[in-house]
């Protein structure tokens, strides 16, 4: 049996768990895909991941397999679509986000060639590897052990609001890194740890 982060097997959801193992933490250089990954973690403000995870595929079709420049020409008629979709959150704010969010990261793509490029460049092209422990030397028992925010996911957050981006706060900028591989958070016992 393997040994995974605990956040990752205390809900029983297979989705979790095979995001877990598949996903999070592993890099990330594709724009396509890290623009889905800016908006879905931007979606989960103030709800659980599970949530997210659970109408991803909805997601894809409502927002066109996150295709930037698509989402960045969504007119009022298509935000009043995307807000009757019962398949994906419904929140006005975070759907104007989104559409807001696709202005901003083809600015960003102009600006450095790539969003890769931009947001791999904050750590020099190297992920961040992290020793998730309580701090007595046991393995982190569950997400409170891991921070939430660090310095550099205050940097890039300040930058991409900066930029004009939002839903992009600390917290959220943390879990894009998370989720992108731009930091290795996996418990030092899991299974994963060594292979991202």
Same mark, same amino acid.
Not at 2 to 12: A, E, V
Not at 58 to 77: G, M, P, Q, S
Not at 143 to 165: F, N, V, Y
């Given at each position: 049996? =393997?040994?995974r ?10 989705l979790m768990?095979q995001y877990?193992d598949? @996903?999070w933490g592993v890099p990330?250089?594709?724009d396509?895909? &890290?623009? @889905?990954?800016?908006?879905l973690?931007?979606a989960?403000?103030?709800?659980s ?5 659970n109408?991803r595929?909805?997601?894809?079709r409502?927002?066109? *397999? ?6 960045? $020409?969504?007119?009022?008629? =298509?935000?009043? @679509?995307l &807000?009757? *979709?019962?398949?994906i959150v419904? *929140?006005k704010? =975070?759907?104007?986000?989104?559409v807001?969010?696709?202005k901003v990261?083809? @600015?960003i793509? $102009? ?5 890769? =490029?931009y947001?791999?460049?904050?750590? $020099?092209?190297k992920?961040?590897?992290? *020793?998730?422990?309580t701090?007595?030397g046991?393995e982190?028992k569950?997400m409170?052990d ?20 939002n839903?992009? #706060? ?6 894009v890194?998370?989720?992108?591989g731009?930091?290795n958070?996996?418990e030092? #016992?899991c299974?994963?740890?060594k292979?991202?």
């Amino acid at each position: 049996m =393997k040994k995974r982060c605990y956040w990752s097997i205390y809900r029983t959801n297979e989705l979790m768990t095979q995001y877990h193992d598949e @996903e999070w933490g592993v890099p990330v250089h594709d724009d396509r895909h &890290l623009f @889905e990954v800016l908006i879905l973690d931007g979606a989960q403000a103030g709800l659980s991941w599970s949530t997210i995870i659970n109408k991803r595929e909805n997601y894809r079709r409502a927002f066109d *397999n996150f295709d930037v420049r698509k989402v960045a $020409k969504y007119d009022a008629k =298509k935000v009043k @679509e995307l &807000l009757g *979709n019962a398949g994906i959150v419904r *929140n006005k704010l =975070k759907i104007a986000s989104a559409v807001r969010n696709a202005k901003v990261f083809i @600015e960003i793509q $102009k600006e450095f060639g790539s969003f890769d =490029k931009y947001i791999w460049g904050f750590v $020099k092209g190297k992920p961040i590897v992290n *020793n998730p422990s309580t701090g007595s030397g046991q393995e982190a028992k569950s997400m409170k052990d891991i921070p939430a925010t660090t310095e550099l996911s205050d940097t890039i957050s300040k930058d991409l609001k900066k930029r004009g981006m939002n839903f992009v #706060g600390s917290t959220i900028v943390y879990a894009v890194m998370q989720t992108i591989g731009l930091v290795n958070d996996h418990e030092v #016992g899991c299974f994963r740890y060594k292979q991202v």
